[in-house]
Nanobody
Framework: VQLQASGGGLVQAGDSLRLSCAAS????????MGWFRQAPGKEREFVGA????????YYADSVRGRFTISRDNNKNMVNLQMNSLKPEDTALYYC???????????????WGQGTEVTVSS
């Protein structure tokens, strides 16, 4: 499975941004898809994930209520809608996929190249 993330950019605090991730392969619907982020000098951080069917979705406490994950299994796409962005959301955002999922990066076998999000104050 190959993952290609897009949609990053420079925005101001309070703005919204939508990240998208296109996946290759015919087994997309069997994978838990998620997003991680890594800010400069900080460890990789779980953002959120969505089950293969889309029925189960979970988020990090830091983004719950502001970010929304969705997926379209017909198009092999997963999206991350980010609202009310804060400077602390600045990071490189990675689209990930795996059979295990969860909040730890070891649950994901496939990683995209990352798309950069910068939120100015």
């Amino acid at each position: 499975v190959q993952l290609q993330a897009s949609g990053g950019g420079l925005v101001q605090a309070g703005d919204s941004l939508r990240l998208s991730c296109a996946a290759s392969g015919r087994t997309f619907s069997t994978y838990v898809m998620g997003w991680f982020r890594q800010a400069p000098g900080k460890e990789r951080e779980f953002v959120g994930a969505i089950s293969g069917s889309g029925r189960y979705i979970y988020y990090a406490d830091s983004v719950r209520g502001r970010f929304t994950i969705s997926r379209d299994n017909n198009k092999n796409m997963v999206n991350l809608q980010m609202n009310s962005l804060k400077p602390e959301d600045t990071a490189l955002y990675y689209c990930v996929g795996g059979t295990k999922g969860g909040r730890h990066y070891t649950g994901y076998d496939y990683w995209g190249q990352g798309t950069e999000v910068t939120v100015s104050s």
